[in-house]
């Protein structure tokens, strides 16, 4: 199959299971939510995408009296993140040493709301050790747990293609424990794609917006993902999600619930793998 030929059809598809995975049922559910003046947890996950940063830090001013849980050590999104920082307008953070390579996720979190958003330290919890998704559920609800927080109402934010599984496995770690903690899943924003638009040349491309591949639309392109590395990370939330025996459910590693995949999604999944994406992923 030509990507080229069915470039729209596969942006289509894409930006499907973009909304699907960005669960957010924080926006419907706000007017359930304490008041402004009630204690809540924001909670943000570790991972690379600088808009969830800035969600997760913009919240807090909307819920003053929140606390801030920065969860994340050096993971597989680590130096992406730190990359992503270097290119951001909290750059000067770096320039002055307050965010450093060496540094975990939850470590430069906390620089930029310190910092950049003059959110108080006396605000802030930072978990430090977690290197995978698992950890950084069971870790934080351990660190809440600790500081007399378990049971407040959790605002759960991570990179919007992991935050349905995110949440799950918070969910399912939160029952393991035997911890409280009502989650609203909130997503910074749902990723989309668009075809490329300098098409023309003869010769087949390999890059996003050749005319050949989707690319994420420019809203969606600044601290983001790479375009490969956005659509690896999308067919592997597919793969986990599935419950089979290589995904996370109960007929897998048994690390969240069943998930029911709508069909119209699994459809749009299954389109993905039998096109040359998956290759571009994987290079």
């Not at 801030?68 to 992503?84: E, I, P």
């Not at 930029?112 to 003059?118: E, G, K, P, T, W």
């Not at 909130?186 to 005319?211: D, H, K, L, N, T």
């Not at 709508?262 to 994406?277: G, H, K």
Request: charged share 15%; net charge negative; glycine share 8%.
């Amino acid at each position: 199959m030509s990507l080229d030929s069915t470039c729209a059809g596969i942006c289509r598809d894409l930006n499907a299971i973009s909304a699907w995975l960005a669960l957010d049922t924080f926006s419907a559910a706000q007017r359930e939510t304490p008041p402004a003046e009630h204690v809540i947890v924001i909670v943000l996950l570790g991972n690379q995408v600088i808009p969830t940063l800035t969600a997760a830090c913009l919240l807090a001013h909307v819920y003053p009296h929140a606390r801030l849980l920065f969860s994340g050590g050096l993971g597989h999104a680590t130096r992406f993140l730190y990359d992503n920082l270097s290119a951001s307008d909290f750059a000067p953070l770096i320039h002055a040493g307050l965010i450093t390579p060496s540094q975990g996720e939850a470590q430069m979190y906390a620089a930029v709301a310190r910092h950049a958003f003059s959110i108080p330290t006396a605000r802030i919890v930072v978990e430090t050790q977690s290197t995978n998704g698992g950890e950084n559920a069971r870790f934080s609800l351990r660190l809440l747990e600790q500081s007399g927080l378990a049971g407040a109402p959790v605002i759960l934010l991570q990179d919007p293609l992991m935050q349905r599984r995110s949440v799950l496995t918070w969910e399912a770690e939160a029952q393991r424990a035997g911890i409280p903690s009502p989650a609203f899943s909130r997503s910074a924003f749902v990723p989309q794609v668009e075809p490329g638009f300098e098409s023309g040349s003869s010769e087949p491309e390999s890059e996003p917006g050749s005319g050949n591949l989707p690319q994420l639309i420019p809203a969606h392109s600044t601290g983001t993902w790479a375009f490969a590395r956005y659509t690896g990370l999308l067919l592997g939330e597919m793969a986990r999600l599935n419950d089979d025996e290589n995904g996370y459910g109960p007929r897998g590693k048994n690390f969240i619930p069943h998930v029911d995949i709508p069909a119209e999604v699994w459809e749009s999944y299954q389109r993905i793998l039998a096109s040359p994406l998956p290759e571009l992923a994987a290079r």
